[in-house]
């Protein structure tokens, strides 16, 4: 599909359903924010597991038109990594060691590719897992083998984090190759946490591996199902270990899974997190690529303020349109 070339600075949303995202209404927000006069925000819709020429011609895009800046990629992460590597000049060493990327930019004429989840999962991470958790006993169940599932890994699995790692860790997916490639990859991890791989091509399969869980573990729905799919890796009569993490990496959607979770907050014990930090992380560590500025913490409390303002206009529309 033709790309019109841009008349002005313009960062690019890759993903599936990008006009639904809060970015687009964001971003602006937090350009006036930054200093980051006359940048826009486009997205590039994209369907999941897409021909790998339709991965290298956004790609190809980016790199040719001057005023595309770069983009942020989501969803599609390990597939544009795949099939368009070799358009890039210079890869960091997280897309290199997962064989996914996040982050689009340029340096010059160079064009540059960056993995950003396994430290924006970890800052999100860090915002909701009590310290000293896996000292309880816990393990952590992630459904869904994608870039998301092992950024989270690599950061559980940390060697500074000494012993606060969980013992075991299961990944489950509907599909045996991207089990096979999360295995050859995580397995490039010097950790002591024990993985396992579970092929679970229905709900009901990733029911039996969350009842095999101590409490105190941590359960992540990395599916997509949710956001731009519908449903949920669970079905109904999935019971959560007591006492669990369970985060929802979506923060918008149907987000069943969610509700699965929060149904039983009260009786299990659960505390439940949606994607919302970790959607502002996301964002923020790929926008101080892509503008080349940095982000300190009180830059990104201010940008956390925006964002909550603006998810509560939200809200109270809908409150109102019933």
């Known amino acids: 599909m033709p790309y019109e070339p841009n008349d002005r600075p313009t960062f690019y949303f890759i993903g599936v359903t990008t006009g639904s995202s809060s970015i687009m209404k964001l971003f602006p927000l937090w350009a006036e924010e930054l200093g980051l006069a006359g940048a826009r925000i486009k997205g590039m819709d994209l369907p999941i597991h897409a021909d790998p020429e339709r991965y290298r011609e956004a790609v190809s895009f980016i790199k040719n038109d001057p005023n595309a800046l ?37 340096d010059g004429g160079r064009l540059l590719g960056a993995a950003k989840d396994p430290i924006s999962s970890g800052l999100a991470m860090e915002a909701f897992i009590p310290e000293g958790h896996w000292a309880r006993g816990g393990e952590a169940f992630l459904m869904g083998a994608g870039g998301s599932a092992l ?3 690599s950061y559980l699995t940390r060697p500074e984090h000494g012993d606060n790692v969980p013992s075991r860790i299961v990944i489950s997916n509907r599909s045996q190759a991207r089990l096979d490639s999360a295995r050859e990859l995580l397995g490039r991890l010097d950790t002591k946490t024990r993985f396992e791989y579970r092929l679970c091509p229905e709900p009901a399969d990733n029911d039996a591996v969350l009842s095999g869980l101590p409490e105190f573990s941590l359960v992540v729905n990395a599916t997509g199902l949710g956001k731009d799919r519908p449903g949920s890796p669970l079905t109904n009569e999935a019971k959560f270990p007591k006492g669990s993490l369970v985060w929802e990496l979506n923060y918008r959607g149907d987000l069943l899974f969610l509700q699965q979770a929060e149904a039983q ?18 964002w923020t560590q790929v926008i101080q690529d892509v503008f080349h500025l940095r982000i300190d913490r009180p830059t990104f409390l201010r940008l956390e303020r925006i964002a909550k303002e603006l998810q509560q206009q939200g809200q109270n529309r809908k409150e109102e349109a019933r």
């Open 70 to 106: 770069g983009a942020l990629v989501t969803t599609h992460k390990i597939d544009l990594f795949r099939a368009a590597r070799g358009l890039f000049d210079e890869l960091d060493g997280y897309a290199v060691q997962f064989e996914e990327l996040s982050s689009i930019s340029k």
């Open 151 to 153: 950024a989270i890994c």
């Open 265 to 282: 907050k009260a009786e299990r014990g659960l505390r439940v997190e949606d994607g919302w930090i970790y959607f502002l992380h996301g």
